[in-house]
């Protein structure tokens, strides 16, 4: 690239939030305390509670010195502005604050800076031969060179076997073990990361679209045809195909299988102990924060694809077209003007504003519940005779016996990394009929990671009677912060 295509691009990014975050003049308070609160444990707070810790950080920061003279929520203000926090409202309609994609890949950036590793490590240099290796074994077309290559790999795994079978075992050293390990967490860190941008990739993807549809000519556009014909334009776009394909890869069950049987293996080996705190929390809650950060990807995915396709087919865009072309029109009239209308001059015309009429607050009633209450008395039942045997016997024929469901759910998360709803229903059969498969649902919806697949599970009723339903696929993760105790 010319120096001048280079300048000229440098600049750009230079507005961008990341390169805008890292000069800003508060920058390591900034973002030590967003890194400290929206990073490095939840990812998305109310408003409410990520002011009250600023406000403790930001006393704290002060006594020691530091110019932060504004209030918690002015920062909130500035940050959002800056494009460092993304805004959305919950379902109780409070304000809740995230990082967005650019801030993150300033901190990120930062932490690499501050991290002593070594560059060209054993282990990175490995990756990079097998990936060309085998990206050069998969594009070779000549069938001969193909079989030729299988049989010097079937060789050496058969030269393997012997040379193990014969008691000349080699392991790999705990260092260079260590070292790996590592650098695979660093990866699948950045790629938890990535998630975020592809948040961000499907939202403008979606603002696209709906531009296009918006400004198409004609009654039939290509993007009004895709969507009548019922295409979903975000899921089938490049994007939207790739990050299925990621997904399908996650959630596949001979895959997950593997992932949690080469969990369960090096959580066993003597030098992931070397790790410190945060790597073996990091390292045990890995499928399941990718199983989480997956599944909110899929679904903005989804509700992006709802939402283009209810926007054409509820004739909304219509309405939004014409807005358009009246702008549009008046723009036009108003550039043909501009040299013929002075700025200054009268145009006889007379334009109703808007208003409102403003009261003392004084001439406000507060509402008063009690004048809601009905004076009516509870009459006292007679007391009955209910013996202790009764009591239980009504509880297990009423209730869902959710610790016993806990305990079910704990006794496999022992022996495996994650288990579905079915898989529990198949170690341990539904002892009260459909509560209990209700109960695992509820537990699964509450303290799981649900997908997009399905499972068939079955069960018996009170009444003897063989069930069988399709349940969306639920799993239950091992880890730390499961909420199952």
């Not at 293996?265 to 003597?270: C, E, P």
């Not at 043909?336 to 003392?360: E, F, I, T």
């Amino acid at each position: 690239m010319q120096p001048l295509h280079q300048a000229s691009a440098l600049r750009a990014l230079r507005a961008a939030p990341a390169w805008r975050l890292l000069s800003a003049d508060n920058a390591p308070a900034a973002v030590a305390l967003l890194q400290s609160h929206l990073l490095t444990k939840e990812r998305k707070l109310p408003a409410s509670l990520l002011v009250e810790r600023l406000g403790r950080d930001l006393e704290q920061l002060r006594t020691e010195g530091w110019d932060l003279p504004q209030a918690a929520s002015a920062y909130l203000t500035d940050w959002l502005a800056a494009g460092w926090l993304e805004r959305s409202y919950s379902s109780g309609g409070e304000e809740e604050f995230e990082l967005t994609s650019g801030a993150i890949q300033a901190m990120r950036f930062l932490q690499g800076l501050s991290e002593q590793r070594a560059v060209a490590t054993e282990s990175r240099l490995a990756v990079v031969i097998g990936q060309l290796v085998q990206l050069a074994e998969q594009t070779d077309s000549d069938p001969q060179t193909r079989v030729e290559r299988l049989l010097r790999e079937r060789a050496r795994i058969d030269a393997e076997i012997e040379a193990i079978r014969s008691g000349r075992l080699e392991t790999l050293a705990e260092d260079r073990a260590l070292e790996r390990l590592r650098e695979i967490l660093a990866l699948a860190d950045e790629l938890a990361s990535d998630f975020r941008r592809v948040r961000d990739e499907f939202q403008g993807l979606n603002r696209d679209l709906r531009e296009r549809i918006v400004e198409s000519e004609g009654s039939r556009g290509e993007v009004l045809e895709a969507v009548f014909a019922g295409v979903d334009l975000i899921a089938d776009s490049e994007a939207g195909r790739t990050f299925k394909a990621f997904w399908r890869l996650l959630t596949d069950p001979r895959e997950s299988a593997e992932l949690e049987e080469a969990m369960d293996d090096l959580m066993s080996r003597d030098f992931v102990h070397r790790l410190d705190r945060g790597e073996r929390r990091y390292l045990l809650g890995l499928t399941r924060m990718l199983l989480e950060r997956g599944g909110e990807v899929h679904q903005v995915l989804q509700h992006f694809a709802r939402g283009l396709k209810q926007f054409v087919q509820t004739q909304e865009f219509r309405e939004q077209r014409r807005m358009t072309r009246l702008l549009k029109g008046a723009q036009r009239r108003a550039l043909a003007l501009k040299d013929r209308v002075k700025p200054y001059q009268p145009l006889g015309l007379d334009l109703r504003l808007a208003s409102a009429s403003l009261r003392s607050l004084a001439q406000l009633r507060l509402n008063d519940p009690s004048l809601d209450n009905l004076d009516a008395g509870i009459p006292a039942a007679d007391t009955a005779e209910i013996s202790l045997e009764s009591i239980g016997e009504l509880i297990a024929h009423s209730e869902i016996d959710f610790h016993r469901l806990e305990d079910h759910v704990q006794t496999l998360l022992q022996k495996r990394a994650q288990v579905s709803v079915a898989e529990v229903l198949e170690a341990f059969p539904a002892e009260q009929g459909l509560g209990s498969l209700v109960g695992y649902i509820a537990l699964g919806v509450r303290h799981g990671v649900v997908s997009d697949a399905r499972d068939r599970v079955c069960w018996r009723g009170l009444d003897g009677v063989e069930r069988a339903a399709h349940i969306p696929r639920i799993y239950f993760v091992r880890g730390e912060g499961d909420g199952l105790d």
